[in-house]
């Protein structure tokens, strides 16, 4: 059974910076998403299981860094310069069954999927 344990979430002022973790079972394929109240769940960053590969969503690109250390099978997103339109609850998932270098930029494409934090920017 996978399991994947987000942490990091909180208040932030905009402008300011959060680091998000997601704590997995094993090595995967791994990618963040979000959702906010009354929007659909949304593609924020995803990182190849090799670790040399990533992708953003055109809203996160130049503020958001998705990373991971793979001896401790953790996946992060640095987030930076936040603004009040990045409230939501992020989530992180996993891909079980990606090769080693593709990117997965659907919801869809992840069979696993972490609690959520919640994320609120403050303006």
């Known amino acids: 059974q996978v399991q994947l344990v987000e942490s990091g979430g909180g208040l932030v002022q905009a402008g300011g910076s959060l680091r998000l973790s997601c704590a997995a079972s094993?090595?995967?394929?791994m990618g963040w998403f979000r959702q906010a109240p009354g929007k659909e769940r949304e593609f924020v960053a995803t990182?190849?299981?090799?670790?040399?590969?990533?992708s953003y969503a055109d809203s996160v690109k130049g503020r958001f860094t998705i990373s991971r250390d793979n001896a401790k099978n953790t996946v992060y997103v640095q987030m930076n310069s936040l603004k009040p339109e990045d409230t939501a609850v992020y989530y992180c998932?996993?891909?079980?069954?990606?090769?080693?270098?593709?990117?997965?930029?659907?919801?869809?494409?992840?069979?696993?999927w972490g609690q959520g934090t919640q994320v609120t920017v403050s303006s």
């Open positions: 998932a996993a891909n079980t069954y990606a090769s080693a270098v593709t990117l997965h930029t659907s919801r869809y494409e992840y069979n696993y």
């Open positions: 094993g090595r995967y394929a």
């Open positions: 990182i190849s299981w090799s670790g040399d590969r990533t």
